[in-house]
């Protein structure tokens, strides 16, 4: 499955390595080996996990992580045990490395827990099942501090408030950066697994949740703008230059409220942008609605809108043409582009250049960790609340490949590849 911040580099953002920044892994505020932002040097006499060693640590860090609703073992044996009422159990897992897939100077460790949860969360209900269970192995630096570790607990307990998954076991080990691997369990409640091989000719594609944001977030902070720095306000204002509403200000404001600081939207989506790329939260209900309505196919984008269209293609022998956001208002993520427009223009002068940026954030941009499914036509009024038609299956022309294709067209690039960045 795919890991949580490198896809995100796919969208017109610079790559570090396989992931983020500007440089190698060591661009993480010092080099490789240390923990900045949250080693010893930079809290002064806060306990480190050091100092606490393995079983206080688990008792520092046990009672802030989620508990599951449905355990008849927790953690504290060898193993955990969890019911499988229908037999079957779904299973997923993630690696989150850092300086590959997190910076502990743009993201808190709150925010690092809630994404290591989510996207794992997403991938089981993207199966259409509902998540039970997450076991998280952790390596940690000698210097981590303990209320570090007790943060990224308390984000693992923020993304599964409301889904009855726990933290039921893992493992901690020592090393020279962060890691966080991930292992998720689902329950599908009576219902078939939704795979990428089901698509059918004449099925819609569908889409909960939102596109390009995560790319975007990444992108700003990677062109220094951190709505947590002091002056935040005044840089994006200063930045934007634009007359007055456009269309993609005014759609800014719909989605974002009507604080907006700046008359085309751009500081208020910004923030959000940011948002979801340091902690996004996955439409996960969306993922058993889908099954329920008749979902054919489903996936959460997490490599980015094309790629993983291209994923049920191939896997299914079809087409997945994705109506081409530049056609016009309502069609396909048109509505994505024209609010990423503004966030476009604080990193690109030039509004054809801002436009093309935007247009790339939504095509290409993984990481918001939305669901995209297909679904016959008759099955469209049972759609959960926010989702929208962004396409349609068709059958294989005579010597075509089955892939993704933009607007009838074969598109230049699908999005992230772990090993290709």
Not at 139 to 158: E, H, I, K, N
Request: proline content about 7%; charged content about 20%; hydrophobic content about 45%.
């Amino acid at each position: 499955m795919s890991t949580a911040d490198t896809p995100a580099a796919r969208a017109g953002a610079r790559p570090l390595q396989h992931g983020y920044g500007a440089g190698p892994a060591a661009s993480d505020g010092a080099a490789v080996g240390s923990v900045p932002a949250v080693g010893s040097a930079a809290t002064g006499s806060a306990p480190t996990v050091a100092d606490l060693g393995e079983e206080e640590l688990l008792s520092a860090i046990s009672p802030l992580l989620p508990q599951a609703a449905r355990v008849l073992v927790p953690s504290g044996d060898d193993s955990a045990v969890i019911p499988a009422p229908d037999g079957r159990y779904c299973v997923s897992t993630d690696v989150l490395v850092q300086g590959e897939h997190f910076r502990t100077d743009w993201s808190t460790a709150r925010d690092i827990g809630a994404r290591s949860a989510a996207q794992n969360l997403a991938d089981i209900a993207a199966t259409g099942a509902r998540p039970t269970a997450l076991v998280v192995s952790l390596v940690l630096p000698r210097t981590t501090p303990v209320r570090w570790v007790q943060d990224l607990a308390r984000g693992f307990a923020d993304a599964c408030v409301g889904t009855g998954a726990g933290v039921v076991g893992g493992d901690l080990s020592t090393g020279d950066r962060l890691v966080i691997a991930v292992t998720v369990h689902g329950d599908l409640e009576g219902r078939r697994p939704v795979l990428r091989s089901g698509a059918q000719p004449g099925d819609l594609v569908v889409h909960c949740g939102t596109l390009g944001r995560s790319a975007a977030g990444l992108a700003l902070l990677q062109a220094g703008l951190d709505d947590r720095d002091g002056g935040w306000a005044d840089v994006v204002a200063a930045r934007s230059d634009a007359p007055g509403d456009t269309g993609a200000g005014a759609d800014a404001k719909a989605e974002y409220g009507a604080s907006v600081k700046t008359r085309d939207g751009a500081a208020e989506a910004a923030a959000y942008c940011l948002r979801i790329y340091r902690a996004p939260f996955p439409p996960l209900a969306a993922g058993p609605a889908l099954a329920d309505a008749g979902a054919t196919a489903m996936l959460d984008v997490s490599d980015g809108l094309l790629r993983d269209a291209d994923r049920i293609a191939r896997a299914s022998g079809v087409v997945l043409d994705i109506a081409d956001p530049e056609d016009g208002p309502g069609t396909g993520p048109a509505h994505d582009l024209a609010v990423l427009e503004p966030v476009a223009r604080l990193l690109r002068e030039d509004a054809a250049d801002a436009r093309d940026l935007a247009r790339a954030w939504v095509l290409t941009g993984g990481e918001d960790h939305g669901l995209l499914a297909t679904l016959p036509p008759s099955a469209v009024d049972r759609m959960p609340g926010g989702g929208r038609v962004i396409g349609i299956v068709r059958a294989l022309s005579d010597g075509e490949s089955a892939g993704a294709r933009i607007g009838g067209r074969v598109p230049g690039r699908l999005g992230w590849d772990h090993f290709r960045a």
